[in-house]
């Protein structure tokens, strides 16, 4: 038996650390938190000091035993989780719940999982720091009181099934209140004027007016102005300049910029950047620093001289700007900066890219450049064209990299052919071209964690799982609009004429922007009218830096939830019992034909349109509303069209066509079977002709393409691309086959490898009783008895379970059977009044 325990958080994890130590280390995993507030009460003191009630799960009691037993065992135990103040109260609980001995028990950290760390972090053990523990704590506590209390309030006046979270709410007002922003913008016309110009040699130059024109008869005017001009350059600015690297990266910024350049969402880019950092390859991912260690920055040195040459090299010190930024840490950074690349799964290897372009060019020289501006006056006009160039004199950090920008309307400066004062250019072309203000952009998950680090509101750990709560409430969606074409003019001068075309353009693009949801925007004004401080931004921000001081030990955890709940408590009272119900309803207008209201509001299923009220003797009618419908901006035409459906076509092949709107969506029914429309296509607009093109393609898609084994194979593309379907089975089709032309050896092999894949999966197979034990997804495993699946842990070894502990996690996690409902005998009560 090892004589030192080491726990770790995740598997990964230990498998990485155990090849640095020696025999006479374990390493073992501790798979998170071992303990947590319990998912069915509170669990917090409330009436006493807040001390919270920490259980541990059931999927965690076979780890908690099996850490108590190697502790027992063990020498010493190196706490060894992650160095955040998660990974402390981690360290924590584990101390707490394994009952550990304080003197044998020591806690170790390390931001880099290399030998040289581990090692060193050995050397240096330190005590859990009950600051940090403490800081998580408050945290923990606020948003569970923050949440179980507040939501209720929602079930009841809002909608059943809604939650609010300290975080998560600010995050939706700050997109709900953009969407508004969009929705008042009055987009207003002007006209942008281009040009281009020759020089003597024939070299071009373009060329635009600083100032934009109001209208198009002035830019009519304009152009008609320059047709006989003659242009000369009449000043010529020539300016060295010099371009530094952007700062290592932190959390935040390697969740934006791997969204701008590799289109990862932010949940995407954590999960990589977690098993980059598990296999020892980058430093600690979630980190507010852009320090660099003085090891990291002689390591970038060295390869910077080594690869491109010493003026190339340049060290330098960053300052974190984002407020409580923990800089004994360190920035996002290679382990080994002598390692370009790594051999790992694409989307890996793209990131560690990313990551080691960023590290090493923070290390680099500026780059020089020489920025020119040129004036180009008109003999007709007092108004300069401008034009401006950039010439990279000595490249510095631009070898290796340059940050990428969230500015959709930047321009781009280019290169100028030989200018002088005094000469005069060859006018080839003057455009004036209509364009639109804008008005602003919706957020993406990268700009929307830039917006939530500017304004202090919560830290690395809690962008990630934020942003992906909002999406899973429902709450905000990912716009799947390309947008629309709009006119516009084009006015062009050339050879003394001018020309006018309509031209089109698309426009009101939000494909991957984040949008409300009608459930969000009624959720937020909800909160935002009943509880304005819990989505006060000042006031998140300022609970940021109150946990910031209990980690520095400036401040008593127990004592901030006291002055908080001691008037969060109250208000949350008199808002259930005094709040209106609140479902954002709009009155629209009047049904000409009942006289009736027509309103829109949400209801149990989500938006609809409603004629009358429940007061009514006869009952209301309801509709849904299209899925590119808001309750905010939805028109009294548009709700009555939607009573138009469904829609009667006609008939095909003897079954009535029908064409309708659904819970998910408009769809073509066709006796029993129904086929959802193409996105955004409007259900009013469809016809007979193209119901049936809808139904045939349904037709062909189903209709089989083989038969094996006397079973029907069809074949699709779903969501997660092509696939047959045999025997209930779907089977994914990989890039090695041609879909299009798959032969009858093809679908054979397909099925008979997906088969074989089945047999593979199964580790118990209990025929008399109908119970299996299959092989799950990350390494965990499922018990199935008819439709009853119960997931196992991974901490579960299922190849050593019997019949008898199968059909007892059966019993104990398996749903309960129903008891019968029994009618309650009910007696008419005898009248007791006397007889006058």
Same mark, same amino acid.
């Given at each position: 038996?090892?004589? #030192?325990? +080491?726990?770790?958080?995740?598997?990964?994890?230990?498998?990485?650390?155990?090849?640095?130590?020696?025999?006479?280390?374990?390493?073992?995993?501790?798979?998170?938190?071992?303990?947590?507030?319990?998912?069915?009460?509170?669990?917090?003191?409330?009436?006493?000091?807040?001390?919270?009630?920490?259980?541990?799960?059931?999927?965690?009691?076979?780890?908690?035993?099996?850490?108590?037993?190697? =502790?027992?065992?063990?020498?010493?135990?190196?706490?060894?989780?992650?160095?955040?103040?998660?990974?402390?109260?981690?360290?924590?609980?584990?101390?707490?719940?394994?009952?550990?001995?304080?003197?044998?028990?020591?806690?170790?950290?390390?931001?880099?999982?290399?030998?040289?760390? !581990?090692?060193?972090?050995?050397?240096?053990?330190?005590?859990?720091?009950?600051?940090?523990?403490?800081?998580?704590?408050?945290?923990?506590?606020?948003?569970?009181?923050?949440?179980?209390?507040?939501?209720?309030?929602?079930?009841?006046?809002?909608?059943?099934?809604?939650?609010?979270?300290?975080?998560?709410?600010?995050?939706?007002?700050?997109? +709900?209140?953009?969407?508004?922003?969009?929705?008042?913008?009055?987009?207003?016309?002007?006209?942008?004027?281009?040009?281009?110009?020759?020089?003597?040699?024939?070299?071009?130059?373009?060329?635009? %007016?600083?100032?934009?024109?109001?209208?198009?008869?002035?830019?009519?005017?304009?152009?008609?102005?320059?047709?006989? =001009?003659?242009?000369?350059?009449?000043?010529?600015?020539?300016?060295?300049?010099?371009?530094?690297?952007?700062?290592?990266?932190?959390?935040?910024?390697?969740?934006?910029?791997?969204?701008?350049?590799?289109?990862?969402?932010?949940?995407?880019?954590?999960?990589?950047?977690?098993?980059?950092?598990?296999?020892?390859?980058?430093?600690?991912?979630?980190?507010?620093? /852009?320090?660099?260690? *003085?090891?990291?920055?002689?390591?970038?040195?060295?390869?910077?001289?080594?690869?491109?040459?010493?003026?190339?090299?340049?060290?330098?010190?960053?300052?974190? &700007?984002? &407020?409580? =930024?923990?800089?004994?840490?360190?920035?996002?950074?290679?382990?080994?900066?002598?390692?370009?690349?790594?051999?790992?799964?694409?989307?890996?290897?793209?990131?560690?890219?990313?990551?080691?372009?960023?590290?090493?060019?923070?290390?680099?020289?500026?780059?020089?450049?020489?920025?020119?501006?040129? *004036?180009?006056?008109?003999?007709?006009?007092?108004? #300069?064209?401008? =034009? #401006?160039?950039? /010439?990279?004199?000595?490249?510095?950090?631009?070898?290796?990299?340059?940050?990428?920008?969230?500015?959709?309307?930047?321009?781009?400066?280019?290169?100028?052919?030989?200018?002088? @004062?005094?000469?005069?250019?060859?006018?080839?072309?003057?455009?004036?071209?209509?364009?639109?203000?804008?008005?602003?952009?919706?957020?993406?998950?990268?700009?929307?964690?830039?917006?939530?680090?500017?304004?202090?509101?919560?830290?690395?750990?809690?962008?990630?799982?934020?942003?992906?709560?909002?999406?899973?409430?429902?709450?905000?969606?990912?716009?799947?609009?390309?947008?629309?074409?709009?006119?516009?003019? %084009?006015?062009?001068?050339?050879?003394?004429?001018?020309?006018?075309?309509?031209?089109? @353009?698309?426009?009101?693009?939000?494909?991957?922007?984040?949008?409300?949801?009608?459930?969000?925007?009624?959720?937020?004004?909800?909160? +935002?009218?009943?509880?304005?401080?819990?989505?006060?931004?000042?006031?998140?921000?300022?609970?940021?830096?109150?946990?910031?001081?209990?980690?520095?030990?400036?401040?008593?955890?127990?004592?901030?939830?006291?002055?908080?709940?001691?008037?969060?408590?109250?208000?949350?009272?008199? /808002?259930?019992?005094?709040?209106?119900?609140?479902?954002?309803?709009?009155?629209?207008?009047?049904?000409?034909?009942?006289?009736?209201? /027509?309103?829109?509001? %949400?209801?149990?299923?989500?938006?609809?349109?409603?004629?009358?009220?429940?007061?009514?003797?006869?009952?209301?009618?309801?509709?849904?509303?299209?899925?590119?419908?808001?309750?905010?901006?939805?028109?009294?035409?548009?709700?009555?069209?939607?009573?138009?459906?469904?829609?009667?076509?006609?008939?095909?092949?003897?079954?009535?066509?029908?064409?309708?709107?659904?819970?998910?969506?408009?769809?073509?029914?066709?006796?029993?079977?129904?086929?959802?429309?193409?996105?955004?296509?409007?259900?009013?607009?469809?016809?007979?002709?193209?119901?049936?093109?809808?139904?045939?393609?349904? *037709?062909?898609?189903?209709?089989?393409?083989?038969?094996?084994?006397?079973?029907?194979?069809?074949?699709? +593309?779903?969501?997660?691309?092509?696939? !047959?379907?045999?025997?209930?089975?779907? !089977?994914?089709?990989?890039?090695?086959?041609?879909?299009?032309?798959?032969?009858?050896?093809?679908?054979? *092999?397909?099925?008979?490898? &997906?088969?074989?894949?089945?047999?593979?999966?199964?580790?118990?197979?209990?025929?008399?009783?109908?119970?299996?034990?299959?092989?799950?997804?990350?390494?965990?495993?499922?018990?199935? &008895?008819?439709?009853?699946?119960?997931?196992?842990?991974?901490?579960?070894?299922?190849?050593?379970?019997?019949?008898?502990?199968?059909?007892?996690?059966?019993?104990?996690?398996?749903?309960?059977?129903?008891?019968?409902?029994?009618?309650?005998?009910?007696?008419?009560?005898?009248?007791?009044?006397?007889?006058?």
């Amino acid at each position: 038996m090892a004589k #030192n325990l +080491v726990i770790v958080e995740s598997p990964a994890k230990a498998k990485t650390i155990e090849k640095f130590l020696g025999k006479e280390f374990k390493v073992e995993s501790s798979f998170g938190h071992i303990a947590d507030l319990p998912t069915k009460e509170l669990g917090v003191d409330v009436d006493g000091d807040f001390s919270p009630k920490y259980t541990v799960n059931k999927d965690k009691k076979s780890v908690v035993k099996k850490l108590k037993d190697l =502790a027992n065992k063990a020498e010493t135990v190196w706490l060894a989780s992650d160095e955040d103040r998660e990974g402390e109260a981690i360290a924590w609980h584990l101390a707490e719940e394994l009952k550990l001995d304080k003197d044998k028990t020591k806690r170790i950290v390390f931001s880099e999982i290399t030998k040289k760390a !581990i090692l060193r972090a050995i050397e240096n053990p330190r005590d859990i720091d009950y600051n940090l523990v403490n800081a998580q704590q408050a945290r923990r506590v606020l948003d569970r009181l923050v949440g179980y209390e507040i939501s209720p309030v929602l079930w009841r006046k809002v909608k059943g099934g809604l939650s609010a979270g300290r975080v998560q709410s600010v995050s939706v007002r700050l997109i +709900v209140e953009r969407e508004r922003e969009i929705q008042a913008f009055n987009t207003e016309d002007y006209f942008r004027v281009d040009a281009e110009f020759a020089n003597a040699d024939g070299k071009t130059l373009k060329a635009k %007016l600083p100032k934009n024109l109001d209208t198009k008869k002035e830019a009519e005017d304009f152009l008609q102005a320059n047709s006989d =001009a003659t242009f000369t350059v009449e000043a010529l600015t020539t300016k060295p300049a010099k371009k530094n690297p952007a700062p290592p990266f932190t959390t935040s910024t390697l969740q934006q910029e791997a969204a701008r350049k590799l289109y990862f969402s932010v949940s995407k880019t954590m999960n990589m950047a977690q098993r980059l950092y598990e296999a020892g390859l980058i430093t600690y991912m979630r980190t507010d620093s /852009v320090n660099l260690s *003085q090891d990291a920055k002689q390591g970038a040195a060295n390869e910077i001289v080594s690869a491109y040459g010493e003026k190339y090299h340049k060290e330098r010190n960053y300052k974190g &700007k984002s &407020k409580g =930024a923990q800089e004994a840490h360190e920035a996002i950074r290679p382990t080994d900066f002598s390692r370009h690349t790594v051999n790992m799964e694409r989307d890996q290897a793209r990131l560690y890219e990313l990551i080691w372009k960023r590290a090493i060019a923070s290390q680099m020289s500026e780059a020089k450049l020489e920025r020119t501006n040129v *004036q180009i006056a008109s003999s007709n006009h007092p108004s #300069n064209f401008t =034009a #401006n160039g950039e /010439v990279i004199k000595f490249d510095g950090f631009l070898k290796v990299y340059l940050e990428g920008t969230d500015d959709e309307d930047q321009e781009e400066s280019g290169i100028l052919p030989p200018l002088k @004062e005094g000469e005069t250019l060859n006018n080839l072309w003057i455009t004036a071209t209509e364009r639109f203000t804008r008005a602003p952009y919706r957020y993406t998950e990268a700009s929307l964690v830039k917006k939530l680090e500017e304004l202090g509101i919560g830290r690395p750990s809690t962008y990630a799982p934020t942003i992906t709560t909002i999406q899973n409430r429902k709450y905000i969606e990912k716009g799947n609009v390309e947008g629309t074409e709009r006119e516009y003019d %084009l006015l062009t001068l050339k050879k003394g004429q001018i020309k006018a075309k309509k031209l089109t @353009e698309k426009v009101g693009s939000d494909k991957g922007k984040l949008v409300p949801t009608d459930v969000g925007m009624v959720v937020n004004d909800f909160l +935002v009218n009943h509880f304005e401080n819990i989505l006060d931004y000042n006031f998140t921000a300022k609970v940021e830096e109150n946990f910031d001081e209990i980690a520095e030990g400036n401040e008593e955890w127990t004592k901030m939830m006291k002055d908080f709940y001691k008037d969060f408590h109250p208000h949350v009272k008199d /808002v259930a019992e005094n709040a209106e119900r609140e479902v954002g309803e709009r009155v629209l207008g009047t049904d000409p034909k009942t006289g009736k209201p /027509v309103s829109v509001r %949400l209801g149990k299923y989500g938006a609809m349109v409603q004629i009358g009220s429940v007061e009514d003797e006869e009952k209301p009618q309801f509709a849904g509303l299209l899925p590119d419908q808001q309750l905010e901006s939805i028109t009294f035409e548009e709700a009555m069209d939607l009573f138009k459906l469904p829609k009667d076509l006609g008939e095909f092949e003897g079954e009535p066509v029908q064409v309708n709107n659904g819970r998910f969506g408009p769809y073509v029914k066709f006796g029993k079977t129904y086929v959802s429309l193409p996105k955004g296509r409007d259900p009013l607009e469809v016809e007979y002709d193209e119901a049936v093109k809808y139904i045939k393609e349904k *037709q062909k898609a189903d209709a089989p393409i083989y038969h094996y084994e006397d079973k029907p194979v069809q074949k699709g +593309v779903g969501r997660f691309g092509p696939y !047959i379907k045999w025997n209930s089975m779907f !089977i994914n089709v990989n890039k090695k086959y041609d879909f299009d032309n798959l032969s009858d050896e093809d679908i054979v *092999q397909l099925i008979e490898d &997906k088969k074989q894949k089945e047999k593979d999966k199964v580790i118990h197979d209990f025929k008399e009783e109908g119970i299996r034990v299959e092989k799950a997804r990350w390494g965990r495993s499922n018990i199935i &008895k008819g439709k009853v699946k119960i997931e196992l842990p991974k901490t579960v070894d299922a190849q050593k379970l019997t019949l008898e502990e199968v059909k007892d996690i059966l019993e104990k996690q398996g749903p309960k059977p129903k008891k019968k409902a029994t009618k309650k005998k009910t007696t008419r009560k005898k009248s007791t009044a006397k007889k006058k």
